[in-house]
């Protein structure tokens, strides 16, 4: 009857159940210790009870039990082969790997299985579903607090503050990659890891316009893949370095960046990257007043980005930016266009917001200032809203002192536009977002 004990473990551990939540309305927790330690023989209908709390068929105790020990051997295997497969980008070979572990196996696992399985199950979802990608990070860390894991803890907290980043929560970035790069020093920490933490950590520090200091981390990855002879995260690196000096207008050295940048990840089949990349170009261009170039680069940028799935947003931009170089060049028809193909990829969050920045620009072609502030105090309402930081100081740094001047002017009436105007102009850009 030993035999019939060990399954009944087996599934209720599979189940995650405790052996009092099994126990429940059917016998008590010390006997259902009994019979799985062997030590009595349950009746047909006690184990056709607990078979139906086990949702399984009663013939299923009578299975041969599992060798614990070999699933446990085979799930940390599975896990060190995911871990690679995720580290070389391999992602679906990674989910199928994982489906191999067993559920049974989990509890007998130790912390540092736990925290590779775990990051491994946050980087798979990295780019789909960040809130849950973050959770898994977090309990990861908790597996890993041992200082003898360090370098798994310094990769997951790279992870960590990556998705924060990406979800623009700049100061939680921030923060868990100085983190990061503070274990790095500390523990001497070198390799592909390093380069991956300065990476991150200089982008994030770009997000928040610390241009000098992105600068200085971005070159020092760059440098240690000059000495090593790697080319890790290059396309990451010129093209951050590209925004950097784009945004202090230094145009040519940043404008060589973004070739780079598009070289490397063609190279690389990276079709995402090469879209992105155009799509910045593009907009470099249009801020230099090179309407023509800008035109062809975003065009550009469309072409790779329609071949691509995994970021609509991005087509969306594109299209924006493509509706404001033709707003520029005079071609409102055109620009019309362009701005409904934006919403017809994506007309949520940052693309909405972009959206009224378009509108506004196009009111303003038309010479008409008043609908022109209104649009841009809707884009900046919703960049609140979304916490983007740069874009809010942007609006702010124009617009302050025309919205007072135009809410001052403007005589008392119930219109949408004269009252949204008139409050943030009168709050100086406090209107919080609704």
Known sequence: MGGVGQRIRELRKAAHLTQQELADGVVTRSYISQIEKGMIQPSYDTLEKLANKLSVPVEDFFKEPENMALLVTDAKKYIRFAEGQVESGQREQAKRTLENVKPEALDELNDFDLGLLTWVRGALLEDTDRDEAIGYFHRSLEHLSNVMYVKERVRTLNSLGYVHSVVRRDDQAIKTLNEAYELVLQHQVGGLIKVSVLV?????????????????????????????????????????????????????????????????????????????????????????????????????????????????????????????????????????????????????????????????????????EQQALFFLGKAYVKYKELGLKREIRDIERSLTQPLLSWASSVPSSSAPEADLMRQIGAHIFTLDPR
């Open 200 to 368: 991150n950590l200089g982008l994030a520090h770009a997000k928040i316009e610390e241009y000098q200091s992105a600068v200085r981390l971005l070159t020092e990855a760059l440098e240690i893949n000059r000495q090593t002879e790697a080319h890790y995260k290059s396309g990451h690196i010129f093209g951050g370095l590209a925004l950097c000096y784009m945004f202090t207008d230094q145009w040519e050295r940043s404008e060589e960046l973004y070739r780079r940048a598009i070289d490397f990840y063609r190279a690389q089949e990276d079709i995402y990257h090469v879209g992105a990349n155009y799509l910045n170009l593009g907009i470099q261009y249009r801020k230099r007043g090179m309407l023509q170039e800008a035109q062809e680069a975003t065009r550009t940028s469309i072409h790779w980005l329609t071949m691509n799935q995994r970021e609509k947003g991005s087509l969306g931009n594109a299209w924006l930016e493509m509706a404001m170089v033709y707003l520029e060049l005079g071609q409102l028809e055109q620009a019309d266009e362009a701005y409904e193909k934006s919403l017809a990829v994506d007309s949520t969050g940052r693309n909405e917001a972009f959206g009224f920045e378009v509108k506004a620009a196009r009111a303003r072609v038309q010479q008409d």
